[in-house]
């Protein structure tokens, strides 16, 4: 199977690598200087699932595909995604499946849109990873997951072959049944922690430590958790146990968008929380509360606004 990693991130990186390690035909859609960075030093991947500096992996210019590929794996930010669709489109071909590793939903309807509903997979990683100074890809923990599977549910032979070709690889395969539940599932968890953390500018152990700051993300909890019932896609009470646990244990947890906050970066407000608010609206008669989620929107947005300025 020849399979296309849009970008060679932390994300693209660690699972497009991992996958070439295991002797994948892969090949990694970059800019120019991505391209030189690797020809000159490799891929490196830093991890507690084994260190790894791949020299010889195959990168391409968006200018330069000759063929479509079997699969294309597209991780970018959710700001990226229109630029991504762009560089990646003369990859897809007939039978190519694309498998997005964005979170939340809206995603879903861009990609649906250009390419069809047909070749888009549901699909999510669970994994802490960044690119360092030096441009490796520093693996921050010991949980490397990917999920994909049909959106309608079932299990087709397109998704067996995505898992066989996965096989041997350095993470954890899922070829789900329900991945569009596991998709909502993480939605709620990734929107209720970044939600908290970046509006109470610290981790759970953190907030927790304040007054009513356990019972302030469990608002944030119930608010996402509405949502997604009100669209047909409540978490399991195992899965709601489990967020629960975590939201309310003291630990230097933190979401990634708090993280790109304090180095000004850009975040996927729109995606995460935004998404969530349009959704909550679009239930029509049946008012949804997302009072918590509109302040931490509005406090998103308030940073995007101060940084685009601060950029003119």
Not at 69 to 92: E, M, N, R, T, W
Not at 135 to 155: K, P, Q, T, W, Y
Not at 168 to 184: L, P
Request: charged share 25%; aromatic share 6%.
């Amino acid at each position: 199977m020849r399979i296309l990693v849009v970008g060679a991130g932390a994300i693209g990186g660690y699972f497009g690598g991992r996958l070439h390690e295991a002797g994948g035909d892969i090949s990694f859609l970059v800019r120019p200087q991505r391209a030189k960075e690797l020809a000159q030093s490799g891929l490196v991947i830093v991890s507690p699932a084994g260190n790894a500096t791949l020299r010889d992996v195959k990168t391409v210019l968006a200018e330069n595909i000759a063929q479509p590929f079997d699969l294309v794996l597209v991780s970018c930010k959710a700001y990226d995604l229109g630029s991504a669709i762009l560089s990646f489109a003369p990859a897809v071909g007939p039978s190519t499946a694309i498998l997005p590793l964005l979170n939340g939903m809206r995603h879903l309807d861009e990609l649906d849109r250009k390419f069809g509903k047909s070749r888009v997979l549901g699909g999510q990683c669970v994994i802490a990873a960044t690119l360092n100074k030096e441009r490796a890809i520093v693996h921050l923990n010991d949980m490397h997951a990917l999920s994909f599977g049909e959106r309608d549910g079932g299990m087709s032979e397109r998704i067996r072959a995505i898992a066989t070709a996965m096989q041997g690889a350095k993470f954890d395969v899922n070829a789900s049944e329900k991945i569009v539940q596991d998709m909502w599932d993480k939605w709620v968890f990734l929107a209720t922690l970044a939600g908290g953390t970046c509006l109470f500018r610290g981790s759970i152990g953190d907030i927790l430590a304040a007054p009513e700051g356990a019972e302030r993300m469990l608002d944030l909890l119930e608010e996402c958790r509405a949502v997604a019932n009100a669209n047909g896609y409540a978490p399991r009470a195992d899965v709601s146990e489990r967020m629960r646990k975590t939201l309310t244990t003291a630990s230097p947890f933190t979401a990634s968008m708090l993280r790109d906050i304090e180095s000004n970066a850009r975040i996927e407000a729109d995606h995460i929380i935004g998404d969530l608010i349009d959704r909550a609206a679009a239930q029509g008669k049946t008012p949804i509360d997302v009072h918590m989620l509109g302040i931490v929107y509005t406090h998103l947005k308030t940073y995007e606004t101060r940084r685009e300025r601060a950029l003119q």
